[in-house]
């Protein structure tokens, strides 16, 4: 199926994946992996992302503190305490390069919403990146939203229908 | 006498791979906030390189850029 608007298509995804290495870099890491572009879609004013969110009663603010607290989590199983924030190093500055640079994650889930989008004959939405991110089974995601007490099926299921119900911006 | 730390794995290997992300991060956050301590202390990339264990390209490509 072709793309309805090509011009939207790019601005969303461009803005997505610009917002995704914004919160890698907030959060200290040099490239954004699938959690930080589930972050970005849920920012991104065209609203599709957190209204799916909201479909299965799910805060759409509290996903960002949701992956913070699964790595501190994580450490703590191996009886580390992590180090104070402030005595860990700034954000990396962004590195000016002609590629985006990400981890497989991000790739992955970015491929699949993109997937998503063809399939409903649609401009890349919020809501196929939700789709994308919790058809993943294991990672920094999936544990986070594990923690926040989401079903990812039925996440991924309102996020489909989010998907085809949002009307164009 | 240094008191050794214990750090067993979790038996679940989800655990177990969920801590190793987390203590990659933390160590890529740790060596940014060391390297970028030595450099304004006076040490050379070589000097770094040499403490980090790598090579002095390598150092220098991961970290230079945050440091012009």
Same mark, same amino acid.
């Given at each position: $199926?072709?793309?309805?608007?090509?011009?939207?298509? $790019?601005?969303?995804?461009?803005?997505?994946?610009?917002?995704a #290495?914004?919160?890698?870099?907030?959060?200290?890491?040099?490239?954004?992996?699938?959690?930080?572009?589930?972050?970005?879609?849920? @920012?991104?004013p065209e609203?599709?992302?957190?209204?799916?969110? #909201?479909?299965?009663g799910?805060? !759409?603010?509290?996903?960002?503190?949701?992956?913070?607290e699964?790595?501190?989590?994580?450490? %703590?199983?191996?009886?580390?305490?992590?180090?104070?924030e402030?005595?860990?190093?700034? &954000? &990396? #500055?962004a /590195?000016?390069?002609?590629?985006?640079?990400?981890n497989?994650?991000l790739q992955?889930?970015? /491929?699949?919403?993109?997937?998503?989008?063809?399939?409903?004959?649609?401009?890349?939405?919020?809501?196929?990146?939700?789709?994308?991110?919790?058809g993943?089974e294991?990672?920094?995601a999936?544990?986070?939203?594990?923690a926040?007490?989401?079903?990812?099926? +039925?996440?991924?299921? *309102?996020?489909?229908? #989010?998907?085809?119900?949002? &009307?164009?911006? | $006498? !240094?008191?050794?730390?214990?750090i067993?794995? !979790?038996?679940?290997? +989800?655990?177990?791979l969920?801590?190793?992300v987390?203590?990659?991060?933390? *160590?890529? %956050?740790? @060596? %940014? *906030?060391?390297?970028? %301590?030595?450099?304004?202390?006076?040490?050379t990339?070589?000097?770094? +390189?040499?403490?980090?264990?790598?090579?002095r390209?390598?150092?220098? /490509?991961k970290?230079?850029h945050?440091?012009?």
């Amino acid at each position: $199926m072709k793309i309805k608007n090509p011009i939207k298509d $790019m601005r969303t995804i461009k803005e997505i994946l610009t917002s995704a #290495e914004d919160a890698a870099r907030r959060a200290g890491e040099s490239q954004p992996g699938a959690e930080h572009l589930l972050l970005a879609a849920l @920012e991104h004013p065209e609203g599709s992302a957190r209204r799916a969110f #909201e479909r299965v009663g799910a805060d !759409p603010d509290a996903f960002g503190a949701a992956v913070a607290e699964q790595h501190v989590g994580a450490l %703590r199983t191996l009886g580390i305490e992590p180090p104070p924030e402030e005595t860990l190093a700034p &954000p &990396p #500055e962004a /590195k000016p390069s002609r590629w985006y640079r990400a981890n497989a994650s991000l790739q992955s889930a970015f /491929k699949r919403a993109g997937e998503l989008a063809r399939d409903d004959g649609t401009w890349l939405k919020g809501a196929h990146v939700v789709a994308a991110v919790a058809g993943m089974e294991h990672g920094s995601a999936a544990r986070a939203l594990r923690a926040m007490g989401v079903d990812r099926e +039925a996440l991924a299921a *309102a996020a489909a229908a #989010e998907a085809r119900a949002a &009307p164009p911006r | $006498m !240094p008191v050794p730390t214990e750090i067993a794995a !979790p038996d679940d290997p +989800a655990e177990a791979l969920a801590a190793v992300v987390a203590l990659r991060r933390l *160590a890529d %956050r740790l @060596e %940014r *906030a060391a390297v970028a %301590r030595a450099i304004d202390e006076g040490w050379t990339w070589q000097q770094v +390189a040499e403490a980090l264990g790598v090579t002095r390209q390598a150092v220098h /490509k991961k970290h230079a850029h945050s440091r012009v």
